[in-house]
C-alpha cells in the first residue's frame, strides 16, 4: 500500500471518521486517500477552503463527539497554530498529520508552534508498519490524554510503498464515550455543555473560574502528560558504542541500514531513534550516551532536535551535529544526503572525531 | 382621592392576571452582564433563543460563538455551546453539522468577527451550502477592543480610528454582508434585521425563525444580519441608538429578506 | 366633547402592569421611547445600586410588552390583568400593598 494510502486507512480502523484537508506537498495524497476511504465509512472528508478551515473543522466534529483529524505540511501546519493552541486550551482530542518536507518542522512538533503553554504528544513513525501503529496509538493518546496528537510523516513516507496490515477496524464500542461532547442534547436542560479554550463552566455553574484559572492549569495538564506518558525510542548496537547517533524517521531508517554495515566492518557506532518526540526519551538518550565518546545528531535542519539530545545529557557528553538541511531542487523534502555513501562517510568521520576528544 | 403618580413596580401586582413577558426567556440563565447601557446585542440575543425555543429545538441546538462583546452569553445561556476563536466560527460549525446532522447549529459573531476576521470563513460555508444557520450581530465596530472601524463601519461613521468619519479615499468602502452571501448558490435563507424597535424586533424574530426551519428542512445555508445599537461606539446618547441605527447604519445596510428559499 | 371627557379618570384604561428589576438597570432610557402609552420614565433622582436612574410606571399600561422586548437588560416583566382597571382601583390596591 502506498504510505498516505496506509496512513488513512490506520485512521480510518483506529475510528476516525471526519478529516479536513487542504492540498499541499507532500501531504494532499493523505486527503486524496481519506476522501476516497472515509465515506465507504460512514464517515466525512472535508476539502476546506484553507488550512485554517480545516483545522475550524476539525475543532468541530472532535467537539461533537467524532475521532477527527486534520493535517498538511510544516508550512499548512504553521497556518493552523491558532487553533491548534486553541484546541489544546480546550482539550480536545485530534489527531493532526505532518507530511513534512524534511525535518525542519521539529521545532513546531515539539515545542508547542504556537502561544501559550501547550505541547502536542508528537509521534515520528520510520517506517509504514510502524505509521499504522502509531496512527492507532495517536487516536488513543488522543482521546485518554484530551489532547491532540502530531503525527509526523515526511515526503518518503508519503510515496513509498511497504506491505502493512492494518488491522481490523475498531468496533464503536470500544471507543470511548465522550461525557463533555456535544450534540445539542443538553441544551434546556439547566446543565448545558460548554466546551471552551477559556472556560471550563458556564458562569452560572458553581465549577465557574476565570481564564486565568484555565491558563494556570495547562501547566499541571503539561506536568501530568509528560511525567505518565511513556517515551518511546528505538535502539540499535549503543550497548558498546563509542558513538551514538540520534536521528528520526526516515534518516534514522537510512542510518540503522548505514550502521548496520559499518558494524560488520568492526566499527562500533551505535543509533538511539527517539519515537516520541515529545515526550522527549531524554532517558534513553541519557543512558545510551554513559558508556559513548559522544553523540552525534543526525537531522535535515539546521539543528532543532540537537538542543532536546543537550538537554537530555547537560553536558555530560560531547553532542555535535552531523545533518543538515538537504533539498532537491523542488524543495519538497527529497534529500540528496539520504545515500547510502554519503552516510557512511558521514559516520566514519564522526566516528574519528569522538576518538579524538 | 389621592392622585397617584407611580405605580408600584416592586412585586407582582395585586390585581389578577397573568405574565405576558417575563425577565428573561428561559434559555438564558445569566441575565446580568457588563455590555453598555444601550446596547443592542442582548435585545438580539432574547430575540434569538426565544426563536430557538418557539421553533422547538430548545434541546438540540448547539450554538458556536465567535468573540466580541456578545461572547458574555456564551457562558451565560443554557445552549450547548462551542467557543470559537475570532472569525473561525463558521468552519467549527460546520464540522460540528457534517457529525451531527440532526443538531440545529447555528454561529453567534460580530461584524468585526465575521466581516474582517472571518469573511472567507462565512462565504465558502455559505457557497458549500452547509445546513447551518450564521448570525452576524452588526453594529459597524469592533466594541470590545473599544469601538474601531470594521469591514461594515458606513461612509462617514466615527469610529476610534476613524474620528473624523470613514472616508472611503482614506479607509476604503464598506462590505454588506448579507449582500454578499445572498447571491451564492447553496444559499437558502438571507435576512437583515435590526433590533432597534419593537417592530424590527418582532421581524428579526420571525427572520430567525424561518432560517432555522429551513436548517431543518436540510435546505442549504441561511444567515441573519442582525443590525445592532452601540451608542458607546457610535458616540452617541443611549436613547439616540436607535435614530442613528435607522439614519446611518440601515442606509448603507439596508434591512429586508434577500433570500428565501433554496434555488 | 374634550378627550379628557370622554376618556374620564373613571374608565378602565390600565390592562396591566410591570415589575422592574430595579438594580439591573443601566438608564438607557429605550423603554420609555418604546412606550405606546407613555406611561415610562425615569426617576427623577432615585438612582439604583449601579448608580443609574431607572423607570418608574404612571398609570395607563396597557401590558403590550414592549418595554421588556427592547430592554437590554432584562428589567421587566410585564403582567396583562383579568380585566382592566381605573386609576381608582389602582390607588386602592397600592394602598393595600
Known sequence: MEGSEAFAAAAIAAGCRFYAGYPMTPATELLESMAKLLPQHGGVCVNAESELEAVGMTWGAAAAGARAATGSTGQGLSLMQESIAEMCHARLPVVIFNMARGQGDYYQATRGGSHGDNRLISLAPSSLPEAVSLVRLAFELAEEWRNPVLVLGDYYLAHMSEAVTIGSQKPLAEIPRRDWAVDGSTSGSGHAKLISPVFDAKNYDPAFRGYGWKLESMADHLTAMETSIEPMAEEYGTQDAELVVVAYSTPARYLTYVIRQLRAEGLPIGIIRPITLWPFPAAAVSRAAEHARGLAVYELNAGQMIDDVRLAVLGRSPVFAIGGPSYDGDGFGIAPDLNTDVLATRLRDALNKVRKL | MTEIEVVPTGTQPAQPGHIVADFMPDLIKTGTHQLCAGCGEPIAMRTLLEAVSE??????????????????????????????????????????????????????QGDGDMANEGLQEVLHTAARGESVTCVMLNNGVFGETGGHMTATTVIGQRTKNTLDGRDAAQHGYPISVANMIAPLPGVAYVARCAVNN??????????????????SEGAGFTFLEILTMCPTGWFVDTNQGPSYLDETIAKTHIPGVLKDGPD | MTASESNPPSAPRTRGSV?????????????VEACPPGVLRMTSTARNNQGYLYPELLPGCIACGLCAKVCPDFVFQVWRFDTPVTELELVSSADAQ
Open chain 2, 55 to 108: 421553533v422547538g429545538y430548545r434541546s438540540n441546538a448547539v450554538a458556536i460563538f465567535g468573540i466580541g462583546c456578545y461572547t458574555v452569553f456564551s457562558g451565560g445561556i443554557d445552549v450547548e455551546v462551542v467557543q470559537a476563536l475570532h472569525g473561525r466560527a463558521p468552519s467549527v460549525a460546520t464540522g460540528i453539522k457534517r457529525v451531527r446532522p440532526q443538531t440545529l447549529v447555528l454561529t453567534v
Open chain 2, 198 to 215: 419593537a417592530v424590527a424586533i418582532d421581524r428579526a424574530r420571525r427572520s430567525f425563525k424561518r432560517a432555522l426551519q429551513l436548517q
Open chain 3, 19 to 31: 415589575v422592574v428589576d430595579v438594580d439591573a438597570c443601566k438608564g438607557c432610557e429605550l423603554c
